[in-house]
């Protein structure tokens, strides 16, 4: 067991330079000069002599390298230096805005196993019959719709004709817990609809297929009640291959849910992300893309220790 986690520790660490590295160059390929954006901002021509200012102010008149090793140097103590828009502390911005995109996806990831895995077990047990036939074209009508579509609707509905919650906002916990989770559900429902669709169908196929196993079949010839069978033998041998479509698209959420919080109005991290890239902030791009990559790897690698709980074959690889 502890062979198989030091392997994977070593193996997400070494992605996590591959990604820091990838990240440093991919961005400083970009077509555009940070200093000239900063200088033109308001229509005016800056003069070569200030461009230069500029960029030796920013570090970005050193040779790559130089700035590669600075760079990764900060990132070890912790630091992924400041924006070049206000001199603001980089990490500071991604330690406000982080939680809130982390909150949402933990909301409609718990909204969407709820929803997923039960209704998926159902349709699997009654595989053939009308509720199993009914629920899977549900789940092909909720994947088939993007999500931009379902926030929309779901402001027209919800907000504008039933006025039942605000169409978009956000007020801190600590300020007002209701009102908080009052914003949160929205965005949150928004995301699980799709996101229960796909757990949907990976429980009710990973079901279908350990129901056919030799295990069950013995359970059962054993005279075992159904209830212990499906909860024993059926459910935790299923549950791996749903955990990975959760670990995958959680990891995809980190930095998926731009138009989620575009649409209501959510000062998450996906947001900060697309106004980095338009403004060609350096230090926000690298470090948002960075802690984005860091959490998926890490994320995986939980995944991967708890399947190896749940199936200890995996361990025998």
């Known amino acids: 067991m502890w062979r198989y986690i030091i392997k994977r520790v070593f ?13 440093f160059l991919v961005i400083h390929l970009i077509p555009g000069d940070p200093a000239m954006l900063l200088l033109s901002g308001g229509g005016v021509d800056p003069a070569p002599e200030v461009v230069d200012a500029m960029r030796r102010r920013l570090g970005l008149d050193l040779p790559i390298w130089t700035q590669y090793i600075n760079y990764v140097t900060g990132i070890l103590q912790g630091d992924f230096g400041t924006s070049f828009q206000d001199d603001h502390p980089v990490a500071e911005e991604i330690a406000k805005r982080l939680p809130r995109t982390i909150e949402l996806i933990l909301a409609a990831t718990a909204l969407s196993i709820l929803i997923g895995v039960p209704l998926g077990i159902l349709a699997a047990l009654q595989h053939g019959k009308y509720v199993d036939r009914t629920l899977a074209l549900g789940a092909g009508l909720m994947l088939s719709v993007p999500v931009f579509v379902t926030g929309t609707l ?23 817990p209701v009102q908080h989770l009052i914003f949160l559900l929205m965005p949150a429902a928004t995301i699980a609809i799709g996101f229960s669709a796909a757990i949907f169908r990976m429980t009710r196929t990973t079901v279908l297929e350990t129901l056919k196993r030799d295990w069950v079949r013995t359970a059962r010839a054993k005279g075992l009640p159904r209830s212990v069978v499906i909860r024993r033998h059926v459910v935790r041998n299923a549950m791996g291959p749903v955990m990975t479509v959760i670990g995958l698209q959680m990891g995809t959420l980190l930095g998926g849910t731009v138009l989620v919080e575009y649409v209501f109005n959510w000062p998450g991290l996906s947001g900060f992300l697309v106004v980095a890239v338009e403004s060609r902030d350096y ?7 960075l802690v984005i990559s860091f959490l998926f790897i890490m994320l995986n690698l939980l995944v991967d220790l708890l399947y190896s709980v749940l199936d200890p074959r995996i361990r025998l690889e």
């Not at 193996?11 to 990838?22: D, P, R, W, Y």
């Open 283 to 289: 230090p926000e791009v690298q470090g948002i893309i």
């Open 154 to 176: 779901m402001v027209l509905l919800f907000a504008q004709e039933l006025r039942w919650v605000p169409a978009g906002g956000f007020v801190a916990f600590s300020r007002d």
């Open 11 to 23: 193996i997400a660490l070494m992605l996590v330079f591959v990604v820091t590295s990838i990240v």
